[in-house]
């Protein structure tokens, strides 16, 4: 049982990237949406249970930014991002959620 849930997971989160990887590639906002309200609810209800979903990057736009999901961020000033690919303020954004 865990196996499959496992399995399940990996992919839901598989496809969740490739509709944001295609959202940001052909510049749709629809998709980014449609990926948005997909991982919301699934991951609603995986954190309900207890079981964890998608990382951050995979869930929430930069506030700092605005990079999508499937878009790493972009330094600004007084922003930097060292040597992280994300902003922090995305990370404590999903965990808001």
């Avoid at 940001?24 to 249970?49: M, N, P, S």
């Avoid at 930014?65 to 878009?71: D, T, Y």
């Amino acid at each position: 049982m865990a196996d499959d849930d496992a399995e399940l997971l990996t992919l839901f989160q598989n496809a969740v990237r490739r509709v944001r990887q295609a959202a940001v590639r052909h510049q749709d906002e629809d998709l980014h949406q449609a990926a948005a309200e997909i991982g919301y609810a699934v991951c609603t209800v995986r954190r309900g249970q207890g079981q964890p979903c998608l990382a951050p990057e995979d869930m929430c736009d930069c506030p700092v930014c605005g990079a999508h999901p499937g878009q790493n961020c972009v330094s600004l000033p007084g922003h930097s991002l060292g040597d992280r690919p994300f902003h922090t303020e995305r990370q404590h954004q999903w965990e808001k959620l």
